[in-house]
Structures are given as structure tokens and as C-alpha cells.
């Protein structure tokens, strides 16, 4: 299995960026997907999961109606729309493969190597 991110950089506040995430070794269209993020000092946390269909999306509070998770089973990506940015965007953002997504617990098993991610003000 491998994921890698990609599209990350410097941007200003208000600002667009779109992540990408590129899968190998494994089927695609049979797991969920899910970006998380770290923050300098903080634990790295959910940003957004799509099921396998990409009919089911969820977001963590702060970022609905800013971001979009999106994902190409044909062409083995997985995407991460980020509009309106903010200072507080800024983080290292990585993609994951879910094991396990029940209610609001999701267990990634594969991470990315990451892509960082700075807003300015």
C-alpha cells in the first residue's frame, strides 16, 4: 500500500488549494478514505473521510462548507478541496486508507508521507 499527498504550499488567507492523493497496491474503490491534519504542537486530527462509493462524506465542524473531499476510483485518487482558507488551516495534511469507519470513529491503517499546508495572514 501507498498513498502519497501532493498540492500543498503557501497561500494566502482566503486563498484555494487542492490536495491530491495518489493510491497504489490496493483497490481503491473497496476502502474508505480520509484526510487528517497536524498542527504544530497538536495532535493530528480528522479532516474529512468518503466512503469507498464516495456517497458518504463527513467533515469535522471547522472546515464544512470550506472543504470538499472528492475521489477518482478510475484514476486511484483521492482529493481534498480547500477554499476560503484560514490562518489556522495551516497544518501538515496527510491522506489514510480507513479500516474501520463506525458512527464517528474511523481507524486509518496507511498514512502518506504528508503535505504541508501554510495559510498566511
Known amino acids: 500500500v501507498q498513498l502519497a499527498e501532493s498540492g500543498g504550499g503557501l497561500v494566502q488567507a482566503g486563498g484555494s488549494l487542492r490536495l491530491s492523493c495518489a493510491a497504489s497496491g490496493f483497490t481503491l474503490s473497496s476502502y474508505a478514505m480520509a484526510w487528517f491534519r497536524q498542527a504544530p504542537g497538536k495532535e493530528r486530527g480528522l479532516v474529512a473521510a468518503?466512503?469507498?462509493?464516495?456517497?458518504?462524506?463527513t467533515y469535522t465542524d471547522s472546515v464544512k462548507g470550506r472543504f470538499t473531499i472528492s475521489r477518482d476510483n478510475g484514476k486511484n485518487t483521492v482529493y481534498l478541496q480547500m477554499n476560503s482558507l484560514k490562518f489556522e488551516d495551516t497544518a501538515v495534511y496527510y491522506c489514510a486508507r480507513l479500516e474501520k469507519w463506525e458512527s464517528n470513529t474511523v481507524e486509518p491503517g496507511y498514512w502518506g508521507q504528508g503535505t504541508q499546508v501554510t495559510v498566511s495572514s
Open positions: 468518503i466512503t469507498g462509493s464516495g456517497l458518504i462524506k
